[in-house]
């Protein structure tokens, strides 16, 4: 009774461990609201966020281009959230003395769209841009500043954060005083903010007055503490460094949600014992989610879009434009070539990994010292790095440094001539460039098949051969009615596993072929990877591993299931 009311008492949830839960299930979904928004708005590009996406990715380029992080703040307004400068100067070192100098620079010094070079005075400049010529615009009506100058024209500031272009620069080499005329181009006052490049900290803030204030436009002061240069700049109201974490740690946070949502649900259904067990799983599965089921998702996305791999933040969603290119198009001659090629490659890797497996697990099916060493040197590729291998097996087939070779000839070809026999071009002629690539896949794999079926041949129990023998059978009968029958499902999976590595074959075509001469060694993968690092086309590469991906899915489904009814698995 008393053991019973314990187990009753273990599997009771407690009231502090339903808060427990129904405050982390609030947490999560306050989570996972940012997350999303952050995911929505920066990898699906939503309408209702691009105008502070692109601010905030303009603030990116410019910190970047300043040698400085991400600072400030901006505002939704866009580009009439600019403004005005039509005047500014700055004095340096004390009045009088030898260090004093003194910078003054006036918009209406400069006409609009006169140079893209920067507009500058000997210390004053505003940078200029690859989108226009010049910073400079007309003003409807003279503007009078209290300095009592009248302005017509106005160098307008569009950015915000620390910005190299749309903004005032200026260099000291000491203490200075800036003092700035401007308006903001908005019906409030906006502030201005001067931002030292060196370490990105706001030096000083100062509001200009909006566009409809009455009376002369009056100067903004600021005081600059040490040499240095800065940029002065538009301060919205909105961080522009909080903003960017979040749009490029948006996965994780939305990830993070989910997992305080599933967290706090478990909690208000299960005990804290069982909890305990599902803490000591959450780690794997959110790796996996990370980092294995998320790209998938994303690739996806990508194959949607006319994302390219040099101007991944400039894409546009295009429905299905990439697959109507790779089946309907140009895109689908080089499909079928390139999956032709891969079938072939996958077929031979596959005869070679079974066959001479199998035959070789037959010749070195003894246990002793000699076969022991020999069984050593035979795996002993299977160590070897891909791409190693595939330089040693390029200069043994193409080598222009081998002796006794010239450009077309290998190691290979000049041991064959030592008897007279003329040897193809293997690397170079289209119809013997994947047999070369075969010798070094041959190499490498049939050793890793012979320990498979060595270690599966040992578990066969030898009862079955000794009954045989006595029945009569010969060692062909013994072969085809035990060996083979009872090596079915490690031929399964010697299968499934081949043909899955041999259909994602890439490191040895990169480095023997690059995928030619032409087309004739251009495997999926090789395909993929050119469309996305050579011809940068990132959006197509994606719909191409999605299509492949699903034949893979597809096929190896359909074997397992094939087998599943075909192979027997009792011993």
């Known amino acids: 009774m008393n053991r019973h009311a314990e187990f009753r008492k273990k599997k009771r949830i407690t009231p502090k461990q339903k808060a427990a839960g129904a405050v982390m299930i609030v947490l999560g979904v306050l989570v996972f609201a940012v997350g999303l928004l952050g995911y929505l708005a920066q990898d699906w590009q939503l309408p209702a966020f691009s105008e502070w996406v692109s601010q905030v990715r303009r603030a990116r380029e410019a910190a970047q281009n300043a040698g400085t992080r991400v600072t400030g703040a901006f505002d939704l307004n866009g580009d009439e959230s600019g403004v005005h400068i039509f005047a500014a100067s700055y004095h340096e070192g004390t009045a009088g003395g030898a260090d004093y100098a ?70 000291v080499s000491g203490p200075a005083e800036l003092r700035v005329w401007a308006l903001s181009s908005m019906d409030e006052a906006r502030r201005m903010v001067l931002y030292n490049v060196n370490n990105g900290e706001e030096t000083a803030v100062a509001f200009a007055p909006a566009s409809g204030a009455a009376g002369a436009v009056p100067a903004m002061t600021f005081s600059i503490p040490q040499k240095g240069t800065y940029y002065l700049t538009v301060k919205g109201d909105i961080p522009i460094a909080l903003v960017s974490a979040l749009l490029n740690f948006a996965i994780p946070i939305l990830l993070l949600g989910l997992v305080l949502i599933f967290n706090g649900v478990m909690l208000l259904i299960q005990n804290w014992e069982e909890m305990k067990d599902l803490f000591c799983v959450e780690p794997v599965l959110v790796f996996f989610l990370l980092f294995v089921y998320y790209p998938v998702i994303d690739l996806i996305r990508i194959s949607f879009t006319d994302m390219k791999i040099l101007t991944t933040n400039e894409q546009e969603f295009i429905g299905f434009a990439n697959y109507n290119w790779l089946f309907f198009q140009s895109g689908s001659r080089y499909f079928l070539e390139s999956l032709t090629v891969t079938a072939i490659y996958m077929f031979w890797e596959v005869v070679i990994t079974l066959a001479g497996g199998m035959l070789l697990a037959l010749l070195f099916n003894r246990m002793t010292r000699s076969f022991n060493f020999m069984r050593s040197i035979v795996f002993m590729p299977k160590y070897i790095a891909v791409s190693t291998s595939a330089v040693v097996f390029l200069w043994i087939l193409y080598s222009p440094v081998a002796t006794g070779a010239n450009q077309s000839e290998g190691i290979l070809n000049y041991a064959l001539s030592l008897f007279g026999i003329t040897g193809p071009h293997w690397l170079i002629d289209a119809g013997t460039a994947l047999s070369g690539i ?45 060996t083979l029958p009872l090596l079915a499902p490690t031929t399964l999976f010697l299968f499934v596993t081949t043909f899955i590595a041999s259909m994602k074959v890439f490191q040895s075509v990169d480095v023997m072929t690059g995928g030619g001469p032409g087309t004739a060694t251009n495997v999926m993968v090789q395909w993929i990877y050119n469309l996305t690092f050579r011809d940068f086309r990132t959006a197509r590469g994606a719909a191409v591993s999605l299509v492949f991906f699903l034949i893979l899915l597809v096929f190896t489904a359909a074997t397992m299931r094939v087998s599943n009814k075909s192979v027997n698995y009792d011993s």
């Open 438 to 482: 075969l010798m070094l896949t041959g190499w490498r794999v049939v050793g890793y098949g012979m320990m498979i079926y060595l270690s599966a041949m040992k578990g066969i129990p030898g009862d079955y051969y000794e009954a045989a023998t006595i029945d009569g059978a010969d060692g062909v009968q013994r072969f085809r009615y035990i």
């Open 102 to 171: 003194e910078d003054a620079i006036a918009a209406d010094d400069f006409d609009p769209g006169e140079s893209k070079k920067s507009l500058k005075s000997s210390s004053l400049q505003f940078p200029g841009t690859k989108e226009r010529n010049s910073l400079v615009v007309a003003e409807e009506a003279p503007v009078l500043l209290d300095s009592g100058a009248e302005a017509s024209r106005a160098f307008k500031i569009r950015m915000a954060g620390t910005s190299k272009y749309d903004s005032l620069k200026l260099t």
